[in-house]
């Protein structure tokens, strides 16, 4: 109980710092630039994920191996896979993001955008992986500190990075009235701050982790490709189902129907960010004990995740059910009573998502810290990906309320199927010491 609450508060608050932000964006984006911005920012933010989505696989799927090899006892091998995983997000993001700063005007064409809605879209996507290189580690980062046991320095930066970014974004927007592509230009630059005080430590070797000789074998490889597919899945999966929900939502309700959605996620980025926070935290202190053979002990710091996991779920739903319309409202002008209206009827349906999204997010976290991708990978693919897609062309007749009543169908799947999973993994979840 003590080290949950050592890990978890600090990681939520880490978390929880990084989305009020992007919260904050949301809300000086519809209030400074209006709500065609703000609509555009939510067309454009399934791809500045995926963006992130091939940087956040190595650096979850290294952190594992990374903390396993440490309860082990083979430092060696630690710094390899670490030295090695720091080059590869380097690599892999400046291709990515060349890659999608060629190719984001005929994506958010695609999608169905047009005129300036389609321009500022552009704009902002082009801003985010123009910095790729040097921005996408910071979230790798944050895990490495995590395993040497800086959980408070990994809170210190990701608050210093949301009110850097906070502050430069109302001086670019309110200030000196720049456009929206300030707003990506204010986060990139608080990242990249954020990555040199991170990682110059690491390079001084005043960390656990130290840089060594990179040493990029296929054996390295896979462990690290296996370990992070699961947050890879979920990252592109879920942005991939936004995709088609806005296609499917510019059909059914234009661009008020984008910013409803856009409304809706941007309340959720004040609950998930908790309670992964609070879970991510413990995944280095789970791998450890695992690797070390205390099997007992990771169950015991597992079940303080599933309970904080549930009391912040039951939270989330009572605030929501409550307070819609006041929700919605910090993203809209006072005068837009259409777009008020919709987010709260959005929001309540929505808020049915956390009574049963605590089960499947925990039961994928523990799968993902002791070294079970091919489950873990299964179910995120399954949440983020299989049940959204199926429900979505399932309930297309009820119109919006279908895309609403989306979320807690896919969270009802998958707590099932979490269920499912636990059970025939039982031999190994809980065998002895």
């Known amino acids: 109980m003590k080290l949950f609450f050592i890990a978890a508060i600090s990681g939520a608050i880490s978390m929880l710092a990084s989305n009020i932000y992007q919260t904050l964006d949301g809300v000086f984006v519809g209030q400074g630039l209006g709500s065609t911005a703000f609509a555009a920012i939510n067309l454009a933010m399934p791809f500045v994920i995926i963006n992130f989505a091939l940087a956040d696989l190595i650096g979850v799927g290294s952190s594992v191996p990374i903390s396993i090899s440490l309860g082990q006892g083979k430092k060696d091998e630690a710094n390899g896979i670490f030295s090695s995983s720091v080059l590869l997000i380097v690599g892999a993001s400046a291709v990515l993001g060349f890659v999608i700063f060629l190719l984001a005007p005929l994506m958010i064409s695609l999608m169905g955008a047009e005129g300036e809605f389609r321009d500022l879209a552009i704009l902002y996507l082009r801003v985010y992986v123009a910095f790729s290189p040097v921005t996408t580690i910071v979230f790798a980062m944050d895990n490495y500190l995590k395993i040497c046991g800086k959980v408070k320095t990994s809170m210190a930066l990701n608050i210093m990075m949301s009110v850097c970014a906070a502050v430069l974004e109302v001086i670019f927007i309110f200030v000196f009235h720049f456009g929206v592509w300030s707003a990506a230009l204010a986060t990139c630059l608080s990242m990249f701050i954020s990555v040199l005080f991170a990682i110059i430590p690491f390079a001084r070797g005043k960390r656990m982790l130290k840089f060594v000789r ?39 309700g234009g661009q008020t129907a984008v910013s409803a959605y856009g409304v809706m996620m941007y309340a959720d980025g004040l609950v998930q960010p908790i309670m992964y926070g609070s879970c991510d935290a413990l995944q280095p202190a789970l791998g450890y004990n695992w690797g070390a053979g205390k099997y007992e002990r990771a169950r015991k710091i597992e079940k303080c995740c599933i309970v904080a996991a549930l009391v912040i779920c039951l939270i989330s739903f009572s605030l929501i059910m409550l307070f819609p319309s006041q929700i919605a409202g910090l993203f809209a002008e006072a005068e837009n009573t259409e777009l008020i209206e919709l987010s709260a009827r959005a929001l309540t349906i929505f808020a049915f998502a956390y009574l049963f999204r605590w089960i499947g997010f925990s039961t994928q976290s523990f799968l993902l810290a002791i070294e079970k991708p091919v489950p873990a990978a299964l179910l995120s693919i399954c949440i983020a990906l299989v049940f959204p897609l199926i429900l979505i062309f399932l309930l297309s007749p009820m119109g919006l309320d279908g895309i609403w009543f989306n979320f807690a169908g896919t969270n009802i799947l ?20």
């Open 414 to 433: 998958g707590a099932i199927l979490s269920m499912i999973i636990i059970i025939k993994e039982r031999r190994t979840l809980f065998r002895k010491d």
């Open 214 to 252: 990179p040493r990029l074998t296929s054996e390295v490889l896979k462990r690290i490709f296996l370990c992070g597919l699961p947050s890879f899945l979920n990252n592109v999966a879920g942005r991939l189902v936004s995709i088609v929900m806005n296609m499917m939502l510019i059909r059914f």
